[in-house]
């Protein structure tokens, strides 16, 4: 039914809604019933000017011919403000004397003027969308029947239907004024965003109300969203560990995956918009710029950011956002401190320069001091007293305000001095959020004396809160759903502004910062989960972290407390968040510098970790220093600890395995070897751990027949103590399939792996990371054995889009795919995209390896691939020889890495006329695989059908002909006939050699 079509017999009408700023969800709703009855209606946004009389604003709605509907709430009468008894008395004149021109619904709880009764509002709160209807019909006179019709077929959101999804957004501040023209820009800027691209950043100094500007946009437009969700960004870990959170409300698979899978499910689910259409993301104090590409989604919904950093301007639409203006700032002080005259609260808002913050502080203080506003204004003026700034954030604030903190500090100090013992507390803490309910989880022993109050007195702490919040000192944090609703509840947190945490720490006595901040290292050790391998215990880890270093903890010399904090390293090592948690790792080595004794088991502990996450973010050379200055203090010590020296034998194998320093690598993977055969026998996990090391180490030095021998004695140990699909036993089937296809029998590995993918998926979940590298693995198996080239392009191309997605462009993980995907393009005949990708493979390997690695080497034979199929030959063999040069030199002329870029190079030198050296060198690959190899090995033949071709090109027919006939009839034995090798060999087309990037 269109606007101008009412039901049958009906006349069609005409109305003007009228709303304040924050009550537009209630007036688009009016809106669109009456026009799905058929009828006009116009909206219309009424906030006048304080200086305008009531009576003429409303005379200039009745211009329109329209029956006036005013959409009510409490607020509705706090317009201006007005003096007193403005609305009583232009209720009981004017509009009495013009009531069949207005009409009204009442939007709220709270109780409205008694002279509102004038305009008979319906009671539209606390109700379901299909009475709200009703009785917006009855009070306007029209009929009801329709309705029925209608009900359940609406293509909007009833205002009073929260989201679906509710990410714990700060509560509405009551006292929130103005903005109206900035958040009806920032609505129309989102909306009319370019599909996809629905991000902006509201950019400002510290103090001027970005967080309750996005806060009120949230209120205040959800209804248009189904999910709406608060990530706090300040700290890398937090911002990913929340995003991440998502996944679990929009009931996304999340199983074990780390955040970076988490997040990448998250941003899939809200580009394609399943299972939600309309979202608003929101990340509150994104100032570093990192994660960019990984964490902003897009889509169908949108995406707010509050920052200081003007950088955002180059990647989302910035708004710059800037202090009140008089007729705000003043209306502003008026509602919070009502004493105050217009010219009082004009004197006051110059003087504090219009700064929200400021403003907030210097009305509760005003609303509550018994203090004339002349004195107020005199004492802030001297500046007597008020705390030093760091720079930035003297030039940010004026300098006025901070006298009224310490105004204020006092008044606290004389009313309620327990306030100001959850003030000192606060500053022990970071800030930003502040878990303040660990505070009452502490016992009686653990506090001093004088807060022992805060576990016995529920109501001192509930006032102590409460006078903070009045003074605008903190907000009150939204319980977290799923926490207990327990006023003293362990999950009982508040907000405090990072420029309020430094003022008024500095405000602090110091002698008395020092026993709070034990209190609050205390609160944070009882708080420590104990498992940081547990993904359920992640996010509360990546809250913990960010009051280590405000609490003191990392210098601590409680046993406790220093647990805490290589727990909050085992978190960042499970979870992924090594940069991070190489960061802090620095910071605690340190702080426990001279503090710990080297031997001490949380030192080993903490080198153990921080050496796991340089080598896994790709800072090898700084890991390699670590274990190895640590094996040479163990080796050093009179009798020593052999369990630690095999886990630092083994974790000094892991760096040179990536260093591609494999031969060493293998000799310190078995001393780790030998001493967990000897503490804790054969079949220990350790030890098989230990083994399963050793077998990736034997399959870089292309010892694959006896990294198959260690792999499938290791799965059958774990098939008889595990169960048959622990995470455990499925990852060595992995390893027993890689093996198989490196050993060449495709089709045996193939099988192995589809199986053992099944049962990950049914296991793990098909998000899981060890999920998606099985994943590849089978589509390298069905591709070896000859399977489906569209499938396994599709999943190449899918994992390659996740793993970007999860880790970034530079990630090792991220390069293999890339490299994997480049040569299928290839296959492809996609070779601009392959080129593009087998490049940036390269760089990144180069970068993030060196040049004189392995897999830095081999990597340029791929690109000649390309160049040969462009045309390029002399460029083709130019990489050719220089990856078989470099291989040579770093693993030796037998290694099947270097047979592979030798393939490769007689194919670039037969092509480019140097019939001989290709004859020459295709013999010497030929007979070195199949002494490594074996010789049935699909190197090894194609090496021997690379010999047949070069003998042909130098017209030695009869032996060319016998080497291809062997290798054809092997094979047809091994492969089979219609095996691509197989077909290939047959059509006389050139063999060669992908390089395939292995890291262990």
């Given at each position: 039914?269109?606007?101008?079509?009412?039901?049958?017999?009906?006349?069609?009408?005409?109305?003007?809604?009228?709303f304040p700023g924050f009550q537009r969800h209630w007036a688009t709703w009016v809106l669109r019933i009456l026009e799905s009855h058929g009828h006009r209606a116009t909206m219309y946004r009424w906030d006048p000017p304080r200086e305008k009389p009531l009576q003429g604003a409303l005379s200039d709605l009745l211009l329109a011919e329209a029956q006036v509907v005013l959409v009510l709430s409490q607020w509705f009468f706090q317009l201006g403000p007005r003096p007193e008894g403005d609305w009583d008395d232009v209720l009981r004149g004017f509009v009495r004397e013009h009531k069949d021109r207005f009409a009204a619904v009442n939007v709220s709880s709270g109780a409205l003027p008694p002279a509102a009764g004038v305009v008979?509002?319906?009671?539209?709160?606390?109700?379901?969308?299909?009475?709200?209807?009703r009785r917006l019909l009855t009070r306007l006179e029209l009929p009801t029947?329709?309705?029925?019709?209608?009900?359940?077929?609406?293509?909007?959101?009833?205002?009073?239907?929260?989201?679906?999804?509710?990410?714990?957004?700060?509560?509405?501040?009551?006292?929130?004024?103005?903005?109206?023209?900035?958040?009806?820009?920032?609505?129309?800027?989102?909306?009319?965003?370019?599909?996809?691209?629905?991000?902006?950043?509201?950019?400002?100094?510290?103090?001027?109300?970005?967080?309750?500007?996005?806060?009120?946009?949230?209120?205040?437009?959800?209804?248009?969203?189904?999910?709406?969700?608060?990530?706090?960004?300040?700290?890398?870990?937090?911002?990913?560990?929340?995003?991440?959170?998502?996944?679990?409300?929009?009931?996304?698979?999340?199983?074990?995956?780390?955040p970076g899978e988490r997040i990448r499910a998250v941003r899939e689910a809200l580009r394609i918009g399943a299972p939600y259409l309309h979202w608003l993301i929101i990340f509150d104090g994104w100032d570093d710029l990192r994660d960019l590409d990984t964490l902003v989604p897009v889509g169908s919904g949108h995406v707010l950011v509050t920052a200081r950093n003007r950088q955002w301007g180059q990647h989302a639409d910035m708004i710059e956002v800037s202090g009140f203006n008089r007729a705000e700032s003043t209306g502003f002080l008026m509602r919070r401190a009502r004493r105050i005259t217009s010219i009082e609260a004009e004197r006051v808002a110059d003087r504090l320069e219009h700064v929200p913050l400021a403003l907030s502080q210097a009305a509760a203080y005003l609303d509550g001091a018994d203090i004339a506003v002349e004195d107020y204004l005199r004492q802030t003026e001297s500046g007597y007293g008020a705390p030093e700034l760091a720079e930035e954030e003297a030039t940010s604030y004026p300098a006025s305000s901070l006298m009224s903190w310490s105004l204020l500090i006092n008044q606290l100090r004389q009313e309620n001095p327990r306030a100001v013992d959850l003030l000192a507390l606060c500053t022990g803490f970071a800030s930003g959020r502040i878990p303040l309910g660990l505070v009452r989880q502490l016992p009686d022993r653990d506090l001093p004396?004088?807060?022992?109050?805060?576990?016995?007195?529920?109501?001192?702490?509930?006032?102590?809160?409460?006078?903070?919040?009045?003074?605008?000192?903190?907000?009150?944090?939204?319980?977290?759903?799923?926490?207990?609703?327990?006023?003293?509840?362990?999950?009982?947190?508040?907000?405090?502004?990072?420029?309020?945490?430094?003022?008024?720490?500095?405000?602090?006595?110091?002698?008395?910062?020092?026993?709070?901040?034990?209190?609050?290292?205390?609160?944070?050790?009882?708080?420590?989960?104990?498992?940081?391998?547990?993904?359920?215990?992640?996010?509360?880890y990546a809250d913990l972290m960010l009051h280590l270093e405000p609490s003191g903890a990392l210098r601590s010399t409680n046993r406790r407390i220093q647990h805490l904090v290589v727990n909050c390293l085992g978190y960042c090592m499970h979870s992924g968040e090594y940069a991070l948690g190489a960061a802090l790792a620095a910071q605690v080595r340190e702080a426990w510098h001279g503090m710990l004794d080297p031997g001490d088991p949380l030192w080993f502990k903490l080198t153990q970790r921080q050496s796991r996450m340089l080598r896994d973010g790709g800072r090898l050379s700084e890991s390699y220093a670590l274990d190895e200055a640590q094996l040479a203090?163990?080796?050093?010590?009179?009798?020593?600890?052999?369990?630690?020296?095999?886990?630092?034998?083994?974790?000094?194998?892991?760096?040179?395995?990536?260093?591609?320093?494999?031969?060493?690598?293998?000799?310190?993977?078995?001393?780790?070897?030998?001493?967990?055969?000897?503490?804790?026998?054969?079949?220990?996990?350790?030890?098989?751990?230990?083994?399963?090391?050793?077998?990736?180490?034997?399959?870089?030095?292309?010892?694959?027949?006896?990294?198959?021998?260690?792999?499938?004695?290791?799965?059958?140990?774990?098939?008889?103590v595990l169960p048959p699909r622990d995470r455990k036993t499925l990852l060595v089937s992995n390893n027993v399939a890689f093996d198989l296809r490196l050993l060449g029998r495709f089709q045996e590995a193939l099988t192995r792996q589809q199986q053992g993918t099944k049962l990950q998926v049914q296991t793990l979940g098909r998000d899981h990371v060890q999920t998606l590298l099985a994943s590849r693995q089978l589509a390298l198996c069905q591709y070896r054995a000859g399977?489906?080239?569209?499938?396994?392009?599709?999943?190449?191309?899918?994992?390659?889009?996740?793993?970007?997605?999860?880790?970034?462009?530079?990630?090792?993980?991220?390069?293999?795919?890339?490299?994997?995907?480049?040569?299928?393009?290839?296959?492809?005949?996609?070779?601009?995209?392959?080129?593009?990708?087998?490049?940036?493979?390269?760089?990144?390997?180069?970068?993030?390896?060196?040049?004189?690695?392995?897999?830095?080497?081999?990597?340029?034979?791929?690109?000649?691939?390309?160049l040969r199929l462009m045309g390029d030959r002399s460029g083709a063999l130019n990489l050719f020889e220089q990856s078989l040069a470099g291989m040579r030199a770093l693993l030796g002329e037998r290694h099947p890495w270097t047979l592979g870029c030798a393939l490769?190079?007689?194919?670039?030198?037969?092509?480019?006329?140097?019939?001989?050296?290709?004859?020459?060198?295709?013999?010497?690959?030929?007979?070195?695989?199949?002494?490594?190899?074996?010789?049935?090995?699909?190197?090894?033949?194609?090496?021997?059908?690379?010999?047949?071709?070069?003998?042909?090109?130098?017209?030695?027919?009869?032996?060319?002909?016998?080497?291809?006939?062997?290798?054809?009839?092997?094979?047809?034995?091994?492969?089979?006939a219609q095996h691509p090798h197989t077909v290939d060999a047959r059509k006389r087309v050139r063999p060669y050699w992908d390089f395939e990037a292995n890291l262990g």
């Open positions: 039914m269109s606007p101008q079509q009412a039901p049958s017999g009906e006349e069609t009408r005409d109305y003007l809604v009228v008979r509002p319906a009671e539209l709160w606390g109700i379901d969308a299909g009475e709200a209807e029947e329709a309705q029925r019709a209608l009900a359940g077929r609406r293509p909007f959101r009833y205002p009073s239907d929260p989201p679906e999804v509710w990410g714990d957004v700060p509560r509405r501040n009551p006292a929130f004024t103005g903005r109206d023209e900035l958040l009806g820009d920032l609505g129309k800027r989102l909306t009319d965003a370019q599909a996809g691209a629905a991000v902006c950043a509201l950019v400002g100094m510290p103090g001027i109300g970005k967080t309750q500007i996005v806060a009120e946009y949230a209120h205040r437009y959800s209804a248009e969203y189904d999910v709406v969700w608060w990530v706090n960004a300040e700290s890398p870990a937090q911002r990913r560990e929340r995003f991440g959170q998502l996944a679990t409300r929009l009931d996304l698979p999340t199983d074990t995956s780390g004396e004088g807060l022992r109050w805060l576990g016995r007195d529920p109501a001192a702490w509930s006032k102590a809160l409460e006078a903070l919040a009045n003074f605008s000192v903190v907000t009150l944090e939204p319980m977290d759903r799923t926490a207990a609703e327990e006023p003293d509840s362990v999950e009982i947190a508040v907000r405090m502004h990072r420029l309020v945490h430094s003022i008024v720490n500095r405000l602090l006595a110091p002698e008395g910062r020092e026993v709070h901040r034990r209190v609050v290292r205390r609160a944070l050790a009882e708080a420590d989960p104990g498992h940081p391998q547990n993904v359920a215990d992640w996010p509360r203090r163990l080796q050093a010590e009179e009798t020593p600890n052999e369990a630690e020296l095999a886990s630092t034998h083994s974790a000094l194998a892991a760096d040179l395995r990536r260093l591609g320093r494999y031969t060493e690598a293998l000799e310190h993977q078995e001393r780790a070897l030998a001493y967990a055969e000897r503490l804790y026998g054969p079949d220990d996990q350790f030890t098989l751990s230990m083994r399963g090391n050793r077998a990736v180490t034997l399959r870089l030095l292309g010892r694959y027949a006896e990294a198959y021998e260690t792999d499938v004695q290791e799965l059958r140990v774990l098939e008889v399977g489906a080239r569209d499938e396994t392009g599709a999943v190449l191309g899918s994992l390659l889009d996740r793993f970007r997605r999860a880790h970034g462009r530079r990630a090792w993980q991220t390069l293999i795919l890339t490299n994997d995907y480049s040569c299928y393009l290839r296959e492809q005949g996609q070779l601009d995209d392959a080129l593009a990708l087998a490049k940036e493979a390269e760089e990144g390997f180069r970068a993030l390896l060196g040049t004189t690695h392995p897999v830095s080497t081999g990597l340029p034979s791929n690109i000649g691939l390309i490769n190079a007689t194919m670039g030198r037969n092509a480019s006329g140097r019939l001989r050296e290709a004859a020459d060198l295709s013999r010497r690959t030929m007979t070195l695989a199949r002494e490594v190899l074996g010789e049935d090995h699909p190197l090894t033949l194609s090496a021997t059908t690379a010999v047949a071709a070069d003998l042909r090109a130098l017209q030695e027919l009869e032996e060319a002909t016998t080497y291809e006939e062997e290798a054809l009839q092997r094979l047809n034995r091994t492969m089979g």
